[in-house]
């Protein structure tokens, strides 16, 4: 790893503190306004974070298949912090299904919580999962899309899958297509604590979605299938790119 790559993401680092100090600061007001001055005071941050991405450390995005909208169940890969910011930003207004815990940091559990998520407590049990299935369905009559990542946590490029069984109760108790979503983020945002940013391009892609009505066991393959294809095909294409870049 070059020292200028090192040295680019120490820099991100700085911006990334800044931006998020400074946002957190000017948007106390949106937490007694409308929930959708949350939201969009979220895009911003977001947005504002991967413009010194992309400035400071080379690293941009790019967004492939058709983004889903409305009442639908988005499951995702997820490799790196960079991906629930990227699917924020990219999905307009997505309730998505993140860690109870989350909602005790100061200020960023306070924001999270005002734009609408859908925590989940993974102590719970069966309690946990009928206030997240209460949650989704709510979300869904209001035509918000669900973002899930699928394995519960992040995973590094080529780990083996480890997807749990969530995503499919709520797949079949919403009745409502799923769309698949493949990235290499992992790649590019690594390092210990996502330090290192290095400089390319992060492929996003939106794949067919899989209908509405499919058995468990059939939903839970086809979504492995597809999803675990589709992002072995953009680590391969980023690790080339990586590799023409030595």
Known sequence: MSFATILRSALFAIWFVAVTVLVYIV?????????????????????????????????????????????????????????TMGLYVTIWDPAAVLKRELLRVPFYGWYIAKAGVIPIDRAGQAGALRKMAQAAKKAIAAGRPILIFPEGTRRKPGAAPDYKPGVAGLYGLLDVSCVPVALNSGLFWTGPMGFIKRPGRIVVEFLEPIPAGLTRAEFMQLLQERIEAATAKLVAEGSELLANKR
């Open 27 to 83: 948007v106390l007001p949106a937490l007694v306004l409308p929930r959708r001055a949350m939201v969009r005071a979220s895009r911003l941050w977001s947005r504002a974070v991967f413009a010194g991405l992309k400035f400071i450390a080379g690293l941009d995005y790019e967004i492939r298949g058709e983004v889903p909208s409305g009442p639908v169940l988005v499951a995702s890969k997820h490799m790196s912090m960079w991906d």
